[in-house]
């Protein structure tokens, strides 16, 4: 089946020649690793706007052409595979979906009713590392048409609680697609420096160092375990062995940290494990701009949270992506411990350039600088053939309060434009004013 | 720049002087005659003509049904005296040339905890709810509003000139609310006090009070939230009652001591017991404390809109109304108020049903639409939500003019707060409470540049040094640092307010 589909999208690259124009985005190298979407479809042709590639180039006139769930060409010029829909953008900005990090969609439907919860696991145990919220995930969630008709097509679902509080998943906002939502499980490592456990900052760092240290010996002493050789550990079998993948290096540790010394303990636990940290929040992170930079340790952070709201947020200020940009530091910007309004992460983007932020930088942290952070460039973040088909055409700026998409494509599908809530204004616009609509 | 960065300066004076007198509690009898809700401003006569300021060449937005793109907003003291695109500009007035860009009037928040629930959330300081019994008329959230709270100047910052500070939504009748001035270097609530402003009593409908006296004396459901309403006023209609029979005896008791014709025993009557909350109450039922009431739900509001008639008070404006919108119609009719978010849905059941088109569908069938924030986040930017709904609105089919919109984050909740003879607009008379934008206050990119309150530069981007609290002095990052601590400047990761304090 999967040979079959690789075929298949190997005859239909060659059939369609893959053009280059000068303008166009040199394509991730990477080969995707497989998705569960449909390499055949219909073929959709977006041409003449402003293509806003999402690692910072820009195609003036271009065309994106998708072919199910993938984008097969990014360039200039006439559609090249032929298709069966044909959208002028002409005048109008194409975007990447953009990405909202660090979210709750697809586990919430009310934050405060607990039937229509499952935000993570919520046992006494701080290490839940092997928690996984794929399963977790409701394609059916009003959040999902909510989130995607604003230019939002995916996210990075993560869980909350503990420590080490599990993996989040990439999720592809098509509703009801209960088999395609999760577009990717188990993506990255998620959990909370400061004063998470035993009331004690001082006391989380090092229950981490030791959950670290007992995972990697762990997995290289499971039979003595399973022998019950081996002393007390700082965690179930099941959440240690979960760290194999961040102890590898090949999924990110994102941590949530505010205070700098937390932060510069994030930078410190990467270089000693060989980790790919990632600083969530980091109210205090440009205070440290240069220990990230030279760690290369991205933040990703929300633009307008400017309050000292605890001593750990001292110096928060609207320009901490602006600086931490500034000083070279990879940023992503999200709505942080939010379902119900990531689709807000357009607006954060624009106060983070109202606050010095360059424009691409912005642009770049809700799509291909976001993807890179957490290891799923190879198939979301950028308009390049070869990548998931999820694609937004604004009108105008899509930063502007102004400024909602016209268009969205999911998995290489043009979503109705509608949403719970727009269902709900039309009932009572009817209402109000009988006879008009 | 035009006036000096000045602190507190005439405020105090005047807020001080009147605040005394619309204080409630501090009068010895209850009130005797039905008050107009709004009381008279605060200075009836003119004072001497004093130092005048032109801003010269801005767009000006009046949030008055006109906008004059190329306008002149003329300032003498505290008061603007003439808005518009041709005014004479007398001789000695100073001149600002704001050429570029947009006054608007300063913005209004009817609804901020700030001061009560400050910043850093220390135990010590959450004032704003006494979760002691769902019935508290008697709390005031000005004996608990913490002038040093930083969130006061980020609100300043984002242009907002005037707040209204309420207790929390725990209680049914959480207390007594008070409107305050983003006044820097306050020391106490009396040099923010609003002069002249009513107070507000603060009501919460639906899943707060149940959620949080379930498991105590109750309300455990809707129903035991209702009957806890109809029992407080009823309380307050007899408390009223009692008070107006005694000064009847009263008065019976004086004139015949005047006519000389007193038994020799009889004694002057005994006045009721004062009971400070249902004082309070009695000022809702006389219109003189105004009612700001915490509903999400179209079914709940119109429940409160009737009982509201029934005891003969007035509810100025609903708060949250995630549901206003199925209910515009009412509303217009009540002449009741919604202070609506632009976005906020689904944190808990009774706001599943947001709209971003709350607000223009109250604007389109004539109810007056505020956008509040409820958040020291969402107070910094009044604007932006207030742009998404406007948009929203106009994606929708809904005519709504800048003017409009612009009335919801400034002439609407001066109306609610009942102060819109004072601010709101810019009007000749009003005070000169103006924001300077370097763009449309529609666009993400805007930035306040200035923030005058009555006519003093209270905030202005470009200065290294704006006001803050006692609060954050010796507190913001590298401030007491010794040389070289500081990130270097080639990090761009200097702020500006420390520029000085690191040379």
Redesign the interface.
């Known amino acids: 089946m999967i040979r079959r589909r690789t075929l298949l999208w190997g005859a239909a690259l060659s059939a369609i020649g893959s053009v280059r124009g000068a303008h166009a985005a040199a394509p991730s190298r990477r080969r995707p690793r497989d998705l569960p979407f449909d390499w055949d479809g219909p073929r959709v042709a977006i041409v003449g706007g402003k293509v806003l590639v999402g690692d910072g180039t820009v195609v003036e006139g271009g065309t994106v052409e998708l072919r199910g769930a993938r984008i097969v060409r990014v360039g200039t010029g006439a559609p090249q595979a032929g298709a069966d829909l044909v959208v002028d953008a002409s005048g109008k900005v194409v975007t990447p979906g953009f990405i909202a990090a660090q979210s709750q969609v697809g586990l ?6 607990r039937s229509t919860r499952d935000l993570g696991r919520d046992d006494e145990h701080p290490i839940r590392a092997a928690y996984d919220v794929a399963p977790a995930v409701h394609a059916g969630s ?2 999902v048409p909510v989130t995607a008709v604003e230019g939002v097509t995916t996210t990075v679902t993560v869980p909350r609680g503990g420590v080490i509080a599990g993996q989040g998943a990439v999720l592809d906002m098509v509703a009801w697609d209960h088999r395609g939502i999760v577009g990717r499980p188990r993506v990255v490592m998620v959990g909370s420096l400061g004063r998470a456990y035993a009331g004690s900052r001082a006391a989380t760092l090092a229950l981490v160092r030791r959950t670290l240290e007992d995972a990697r010996f762990y997995l290289a002493n499971r039979r003595a375990y399973d022998r019950r050789a081996l002393r007390d550990l700082a965690a179930a079998p099941a959440d240690l062995a979960a760290l194999g993948p961040v102890l590898a290096g090949r999924m990110p540790l994102a941590l949530s940290a505010h205070r700098a010394s937390d932060i510069l303990a994030a930078i410190e636990l990467g270089r000693a494990f060989g980790l790919r940290v990632v600083v969530v929040g980091g109210a ?1 992170a ?5 220990a990230l930079a030279e760690a290369k340790v991205p933040v990703v952070l929300q633009p ?8 750990d ?3 928060a ?1 609207m ?1 901490n992506a ?2 931490l ?3 070279g530091v990879e940023i992503g910007i999200a709505v942080l411990d939010e ?3 990531v ?2 992460v357009t ?1 954060e983007a ?2 983070a ?2 606050a ?1 932020l360059p424009y691409d930088a912005a642009i770049r942290a809700m799509s291909g600088g976001l993807a890179r952070i957490y290891g799923i460039d190879d198939a979301w973040g950028t308009l390049a053939e070869g990548k998931v088909a999820n694609v937004a055409v604004w009108p105008d700026d899509p ?4 400024s ?1 998409p016209e268009a969205v494509f999911v998995h290489g599908r043009a979503l109705p434009m509608e949403s719970r ?2 269902r ?2 039309d009932r ?2 009817s209402r ?2 009988p006879g008009e609509r | 720049m035009p006036r000096p960065l000045a602190f507190v300066g005439s405020h105090l004076v005047l807020a001080a002087a009147l605040s005394a007198c619309s204080k409630p509690g501090r009068t010895t009898t209850p009130p005797e005659t039905r008050a107009t809700p709004t009381p008279s401003p605060p200075t009836q006569t003119r004072p001497a003509p004093g130092p005048k300021v032109a801003f010269v060449g801005a767009r000006v937005m009046t949030a008055a049904g006109v906008t004059y793109d190329r306008g002149v907003v003329l300032v003498e003291r505290d008061r603007i005296v003439a808005v518009g695109s041709d005014v004479a500009i007398p001789p000695g007035t100073k001149v600002v040339d704001v050429a570029g860009k947009v006054i608007t009037p300063g913005l209004i928040d009817t609804h901020s905890h700030i001061g009560v629930y400050p ?3 220390f135990d010590a300081h959450q004032d704003g709810n006494e979760v002691v019994d769902p019935i508290t008329p008697y709390a005031r959230a000005e004996d608990a509003f913490w002038p040093q709270d ?2 006061i100047d ?1 609100a300043r910052e984002g242009g907002v000139t005037t707040m209204q500070i309420l207790p929390g939504s725990a209680n049914l009748i959480g207390g007594v609310s008070v409107v305050v001035r983003t006044v820097p270097g306050a020391r106490s609530i009396h040099d923010v006090r609003f002069p002249g402003a009513p107070y507000g009593l603060k009501m919460a409908c639906g ?1 707060n009070p149940k959620r949080v006296y379930g498991d105590k004396s109750g309300p455990d459901t809707r129903m035991g939230n209702i009957a806890g309403f109809r029992r407080a006023f009823q309380q307050a209609v007899e408390y009223r009652a009692a008070w107006e029979r005694y000064e009847d005896e009263l008065e019976a008791y004086e004139r015949k001591e005047a006519d000389g014709e007193l038994e020799e025993d009889e004694r002057p009557p005994e006045p009721p017991t004062r009971d400070f909350g249902l004082e309070t109450l009695a000022k809702v039922l006389d219109g003189e404390i105004l009612v700001h009431n915490h509903c999400y739900r179209a079914d709940e509001m119109s429940i409160m809109l009737e009982l509201a008639e029934e005891f003969g008070f007035h509810i100025r404006s609903f708060h949250h109304a995630v549901e206003a ?2 209910i ?2 009412r509303l217009a009719a009540a002449e009741t108020a919604a202070s609506v978010w632009a ?7 009774e706001a ?6 709350n607000a223009a ?1 109250l604007e ?2 004539g109810a007056r639409a505020i956008i509040h924030s409820d958040s ?2 969402g107070i ?2 009044l604007n ?1 939500e207030a ?2 709904a406007m ?1 929203a609105g106009r ?2 089919g809904i005519e709504v003019s800048e003017d409009r919109a612009l009335r919801w984050i400034t002439a609407n909740p001066a109306w609610a707060l009942g102060i819109d003879h004072e601010v709101g607009t810019l009007e000749p008379g009003k005070l000169a409470d103006l924001v300077v934008w370097d763009a449309s206050p ?6 306040v540049e200035q923030v005058y309150l009555g006519g003093e530069l209270v905030y202005d981007r470009n200065r290294d040094e704006n006001p803050h609290t006692d609060f ?1 002095t010796g ?4 401030e007491l640092a010794p040389e070289g601590i500081a ?2 400047a080639g ?3 200097r ?1 500006a307010s420390t520029r000085e304090a690191t040379k």
């Open positions: 919430v439907e009310i934050e405060a009713e009003s959040l205090q440009w205070q440290v701009a240069d307008s949270h400017n309050l000292p709201g605890s001593i947020h001292l110096g200020t320009e602006a600086r940009h500034a000083a379902g119900h309004n689709r807000n607006q624009g106060i350039v109202a010095g930063l502007e309060l102004s909602w809530q727009t709900l204004r009572y616009l109000l004013r | 910043a850093p959330h930083p969130q980020r899943e919108y199925k515009a119609d976005d906020w849905w689904g944190f808990k059941a599943f049903d947001s709209i971003r088109e569908m389109m069938v020291p986040l910094q930017r932006q742009a998404k948009y994606r929708a529609f666009s993400v990119y805007a930035h954050e507190l913001r990052p590298f990130p270097k990090d761009g990761a702020p």
